[in-house]
């Protein structure tokens, strides 16, 4: 109904103008058509001024009243480092955009009434006139090359590579219809290499080399993971793409960056405002406490439900907008906890399968790093802890290995053993017992000669790696101390275990 009735209006407004033409027609043939083109040209030229005006203030008022909307301004500034110069160089073109635009806006509807047809009126012919060629000519090219200096310095300042002692945390970003896989380095902040001969979309749809000892420790999320970053840390995203053109785009942040198939690109920034911190700013302004769903008045509000986006500004095809993805950004204590949690790709999907290069090893060098750091970290705390926590003062090898039913060590125990044995003699005046467990399977008595055995055997590797034998003794308890259920298979092993205790220092 309301479709008819918007017709019928439509064509009485039709009807109207027609009538007002008719008349006007009429009009001018009785006062003469020289008199009613001079009125039709006082009017027009009349009516043209106040449309230029209101015109130009309806431009100025909608841009202060939409300004909270629009990127840069109210709650719209810029959240990384580098965002606040794109958002300079933004207002400086502003600026100097905004004084041509309403320059010649004005004069334009101006100059229409100036200029308007007049009795007797005569044009002025002007051949040529120097000053105000040089005038229009050399104050553009002094504005452009001042806003061409300004961005260039921002978009080095975004684009210019790190040097390499710069701490920096690095991504990859891989764009393909219609989805981002986002890569993570591990404890090496490095990422490794991919190839795409080695694309297998069963097991390796990004065609990682695992050759590349930099790839084992590698993090690939999965489409419906969040982006998480931490705040004030400088973040490199490598950006590269699997089949057509797409682009990474991060508004909040200022950056974005064509996605190439075949040719890796990257920029630089540095989120300065948490995902909770942005929200609270947000709080502040009414319309962003209206309810996020209209149909749930009850639920969360507008801004309790923000979140920092990655979206594809590339039309990339039907299925573009599924590539969107929530970007968290949090504290650095959190990002760490989250990293943690996470585990390498390598080892969720490809360690000892058929596709694994490293198919039969134990240990990898990533695996053997990691654990050095996480031994220093055990043997700083038991040498500092309280020595009424027992527990405290004892640590565990991880990567101590024998020989079934034997207590030769094997060689994948050196690594563990020897990073050990170096730390140790940065404590010289520490007394230390090297402790062997078992489990429940078997004669007790031999269990405790085998743990015995076991333990003398770590001792006496740490004696031919520098640590004084006078700081250590042997102890064989053998499954009179389990420290999970002798039920399971993965509790017997747990009990099956060589530890280093803090007995003095």
């Known amino acids: 109904m309301s479709y008819f009735i918007a017709l019928i209006i439509l064509a009485l407004i039709a009807v109207v103008a027609l009538q007002i033409g008719r008349v006007s027609e009429l009009s001018a043939q009785i006062r003469g058509e020289e008199e009613a083109e001079l009125q039709n040209n006082n009017s027009t030229g009349g009516w043209m001024v106040i449309f230029g005006v209101l015109f130009l203030i309806a431009t100025v008022w909608s841009a202060v009243y939409y300004k909270d909307v629009m990127l840069g301004y109210g709650p719209w500034e810029a959240s990384s480092e580098h965002g606040k110069e794109v958002d300079s160089l933004f207002n400086v073109t502003l600026l100097f955009t905004g004084i041509v635009f309403i320059a010649t806006q004005w004069l334009t509807f101006y100059y229409s009434f ?20 040089l005038i229009w000519t050399a104050i553009p090219a002094v504005v ?12 080095n300042n975004t684009m210019l590579d790190l040097d390499e002692d710069e701490q920096a945390i690095n991504i990859e970003a891989t764009g393909y219809q219609f989805a981002w896989d986002i890569r993570y380095p591990g404890a090496d902040n490095v990422i490794g290499h991919k190839d795409f001969r080695l694309i297998d979309m ?6 990682v080399d695992y050759t590349d000892d930099a790839s084992l420790d590698d993090i ?35 950056v974005k960056m064509d996605a190439v198939p ?56 039907k299925g573009h907008y599924s590539m969107r993805r929530i970007v968290e950004i ?8 989250w990293l943690k ?58 990567n101590v290995y024998y020989e079934t039913g034997s207590s030769n060590l094997e060689a994948d125990s050196y690594y563990e053993l020897d990073y050990a ?12 017992e090297v402790a062997g467990h078992t489990d429940n399977v078997g004669d007790p008595a031999a269990n405790r000669a085998l743990s015995l055995q076991r333990a003398t055997s770590v001792m006496n590797r740490l004696i031919e790696k520098g640590v004084s034998a006078a700081r250590l003794k042997s102890a064989g308890y053998g499954d009179a101390s389990p420290i999970d259920s002798n039920d399971t298979e993965e509790g017997k092993a747990n009990n099956r275990r060589t530890e280093l205790r803090v007995i003095s220092q």
């Open 114 to 133: 100036k200029y308007r047809g007049k009795k007797n009126g005569k044009a002025l012919f002007l051949a040529h006139d120097t000053k105000l060629e």
């Open 144 to 155: 452009m090359a001042f806003l061409v200096v300004k961005g260039l310095v921002v978009w």
């Open 202 to 207: 069963a097991v390796n749809p990004l065609g």
């Open 220 to 254: 690939i999320l999965a489409g419906s993971d969040k982006i998480v970053l931490p705040v004030d840390t400088t973040v490199r995203v490598k950006i590269t793409s699997k089949d057509v053109l797409h682009n990474f785009y991060l508004p909040h942040f200022r």
């Open 262 to 317: 075949g040719l890796p690109t990257y920029f630089i920034f540095k989120p300065t405002k948490t995902t909770a911190q942005m929200r609270e700013e947000l709080r502040a302004y009414p319309e962003w406490n209206e309810p996020y769903d209209p149909t749930d008045p009850e639920g969360p509000k507008k801004w309790e439900s923000f979140n920092y986006e990655l979206a594809c500004a590339e039309l990339c095809g």
């Open 330 to 337: 949090v504290d650095r204590d959190t990002y760490k906890q």
């Open 341 to 398: 949690g996470l585990k390498s790709t390598y080892l969720a999907n490809i360690r000892g399968t058929d596709a694994d290069p490293n198919k039969g090893k134990r240990l990898l060098p990533f695996e053997i790093k990691a654990r050095q750091t996480e031994l220093t970290k055990e043997i700083s705390a038991a040498v500092k802890a309280d020595s009424s926590n027992a527990d405290a003062k004892i640590i565990r090898f991880k």
């Open 421 to 432: 044995a170096t730390l140790l003699n940065k404590y010289p005046d520490i007394q230390l």
